[in-house]
C-alpha cells in the first residue's frame, strides 16, 4: 500500500501563485508515476500534470501548460505542484495520484489517491 498526503492548498487571489505538495509513504517501488489531478464542483476530476520516478519527464494538461510546473523530490518521496498565474477556473479540489511501474504519462490509470486539498482562487 502507498499513502499520499497533500498539503499546500489555499485561497489565493486570480494571478496568485501556490506551491502544492503531495508526500507519498508505506511501500516502496524502484520505478513509479505521480501525478496531480483536480476536481471542481459538479465536474469531473481532469488530469493536471505527471512526472515519471526519474523526474526526467513530464507531462501536462493545456490548460495549465506554461504556468504549472510538477517536480520531485526522490529523498523525500515528495512531488510538487507549482502554480502560477492562476486563474479562477483553476479553482478545484487538488489530488494527488502514485502508480507503480513506467507507463506513458498521457495514460491516466493510477491506482492509489490522497484525499485532496482545496485550491480556491479568487476573481
Known amino acids: 500500500q502507498v499513502q499520499l498526503v497533500e498539503s499546500g492548498g489555499g485561497l489565493v487571489q486570480a494571478g496568485g501563485s501556490l506551491r502544492l505538495s503531495c508526500a507519498a509513504s508505506g511501500r516502496t517501488f524502484r520505478r513509479y508515476d505521480m501525478a496531480w489531478f483536480r476536481q471542481a464542483p459538479g465536474k469531473e476530476r481532469e488530469f493536471v500534470a505527471a512526472i515519471n520516478w526519474a523526474g526526467s519527464s513530464t507531462y501536462y494538461a493545456d490548460s495549465v501548460k506554461g504556468r504549472f510546473t510538477i517536480s520531485g523530490d526522490n529523498a523525500k518521496n515528495t512531488v510538487y505542484l507549482q502554480m502560477n498565474s492562476l486563474k479562477f477556473d483553476d479553482t478545484a479540489v487538488y489530488y494527488c495520484?502514485?502508480?507503480?511501474?513506467?507507463?506513458?504519462?498521457?495514460?491516466?490509470?493510477?491506482?492509489?489517491w490522497g484525499q485532496g486539498t482545496q485550491v480556491t482562487v479568487s476573481s
Open positions: 495520484a502514485f502508480r507503480a511501474g513506467w507507463a506513458n504519462l498521457g495514460v491516466f490509470d493510477y491506482d492509489y
